[in-house]
Structure formats: C-alpha cells, structure tokens
C-alpha cells in the first residue's frame, strides 16, 4: 500500500525568510502528487499538483514543489513566507488502484514576527 | 459559486445520540468522499461514493454509515455516537479520475460528550 510521510510536524521560520516543506512517499507505477493548504477553521484547499511533465510545479500564494523521482520526494518550498502563511500543509499522493487521496499527517507552519 | 456545502458546521451530540451530516456539491461531480482530521492524523477516508447509486468503506468505516442520496448529496449517520467520534469531518469531491485534485467543504466540527 501507498504511503506518504510528512517529516516535520511543525516548521517554525520569521517573516520572509525561505521555508521548505519535507514530503516523501512510498514508490508507485503512476504518481500524482497534490500539496493541500488548511487556513484555520477552513476546509482544504489545493496549492498545487503534479501530474506529469516539468518537475518544477508551481502554485498558488508564491508556492513551489519539485518532483523527485529517484528520491521519492516532493518537497514545498517559499522563497519567503509571510504571516497569512500561517496554516497546516498537507501532502497527498493518488493510489494506483482505487483513485483514492493517501494524505500525510500535516505540518503546521508558524511564522514569527 | 458555492462548491462543497456542508451543514452543520458545529453540533455537540450527547453518548448515544445519532444525527446525519450533509453534504452537497454543485460542479457535477461523479464522486464523493467523507473524511474525519484528528490532531496528527492528517486526514482518514471514513467512506466513498465513486458515482451516483453506489458507496464504498474508506479506512475507518465503524460506527457510520452513508447514503448518496443524488448525484450532489452524500450524507453522513452516526448512529448512535460515542466520544471517539469527537471529531471534525470534511466532505469533499471530484471527478473521480485518478489525476484529479478533491474540492473540500468547510467542515463540521462534532463534539461528542
């Protein structure tokens, strides 16, 4: 089965500086890769997706995650955060065999003034 | 422009006592989802519906059940609740392909006490 793990549970960092977001999961034939923002007391929303092409995805808010293949990984990254930032990110991958979202456990990230 | 609706958005239920979430979506979506967060947990697939008329147990399924009532609405029972039920849950949807990204409601928060 399909796995995803989120390396850090929280990710303090100041205003504007870069963070970077860890996500790796289990290997699989076919990927698509979906990074999910939880502002507080919302639902989900997407910041971006990998289905095929360019490693270098792009996505809303300023954000970036790059697909590795050979490490398994699809790292979020912020050149530099601001406070509405604030928030819980979420990696999910889809399972070959059902089409279902496997999600990590989240990683919060704080800002510090 | 009001994609996922779920209501209530806050219920606090008493042991024993049922009630239903609901659900409904209006971007034609084929397929559905309930999911419950817990702190750390990320996000667990409680049940699915991957078109109108059918349902499918995701990996938490006990003590709920669910009805796809139309193509928009998928509902949520709780039976008879319990405290391990305190939770929040989100509904969510897509067009059930494997490389489509899921569109979430705001959530209901439950307290079970």
């Known amino acids: 089965a399909q796995s995803v793990t989120q390396l850090d549970s929280q990710v303090p960092v100041f205003e504007e500086a870069p963070v970077e977001l860890r996500c790796n999961y289990s290997s699989s034939v076919s990927v698509y890769l979906f990074w999910y923002v939880q502002y507080p007391n919302q639902g989900l929303q997407l910041l971006l997706k990998?289905?095929?092409?360019s490693t270098l995805v792009k996505g809303i808010n300023g954000f970036e995650a790059e697909f590795n293949k050979s490490q398994t990984s699809f790292h979020l990254r912020k050149p530099s955060v601001h406070i509405s930032d604030t928030a819980e990110y979420f990696c999910?991958?889809?399972?070959?065999?059902?089409?279902?979202?496997?999600w990590g456990a989240g990683t919060k990230l704080i800002i510090k003034p | 422009n009001a994609g996922v609706t779920q209501t209530p958005k806050f219920q606090v239920l008493k042991t024993g006592q049922s009630m239903t979430l609901q659900c409904a979506q209006d971007?034609?979506?084929?397929?559905m989802y309930w999911y419950r967060q817990d702190p750390g947990m990320g996000l667990r697939l409680i049940y699915y519906s991957a078109s109108e008329g059918t349902t499918d147990k995701g990996e938490v399924p006990n003590g709920y059940n669910v009805s796809r009532l139309n193509k928009r609405e998928f509902s949520l029972r709780l039976e008879s609740a319990a405290p391990s039920q305190t939770s929040v849950y989100f509904c969510a949807s897509n067009f059930g392909q494997q490389n489509q990204p899921q569109h979430f409601g705001d959530g209901t928060r439950l307290s079970i006490l």
């Open positions: 999910a991958v889809s399972d070959d065999s059902n089409y279902q979202l496997i």
């Open positions: 971007m034609n979506h084929n397929s």
């Open positions: 990998y289905l095929s092409g």
